[in-house]
Nanobody
Framework: QVQLVESGGGLVQAGGSLTLSCVVS????????MGWYRQAPGNQRELVADIRSGTSPNYGDSVKGRFTISRDNAKNTVSLQMTSLKPEDTAVYYCVADVREPGAYVGNYRWGQGTQVTVSS
């Protein structure tokens, strides 16, 4: 069974930095897509950043220039470096990956359980 486990969330002051990590484990043949989404109370889940194999990263407008996504294909991990954090970055951050299992023709999108990021003013 495929699992995604996030880590690295916490409380930070405005202007500070945090790095989130997500490890994908289980029966994995290939991971084409990995990304981070976030959801604040009362808001819809929104894209933070994502990266597809062989392409450049893609960022949400509100985080461009402040956040950096990276992936390690050998370790099946994706990280999100967050700098110059603002109170409006406060949300639960979710990792997502399109995981293709051995023998499968297509992948399935899997989500982690989320990690809380709180930025105090």
């Amino acid at each position: 069974q495929v699992q995604l486990v996030e880590s690295g969330g916490g409380l930070v002051q405005a202007g500070g930095s945090l790095t989130l990590s997500c490890v994908v484990s289980g029966s994995i043949f290939r991971i084409d897509y990995m990304g981070w989404y976030r959801q604040a109370p009362g808001n819809q889940r929104e894209l933070v950043a994502d990266i597809r194999s062989g392409t450049s990263p893609n960022y949400g407008d509100s985080v461009k220039g402040r956040f950096t996504i990276s992936r390690d294909n050998a370790k099946n991990t994706v990280s999100l470096q967050m700098t110059s954090l603002k109170p409006e970055d406060t949300a639960v951050y979710y990792c997502v990956a399109d995981v293709r299992e051995p023998g499968a023709y297509v992948g399935n999108y899997r989500w982690g359980q989320g990690t809380q990021v709180t930025v105090s003013s």
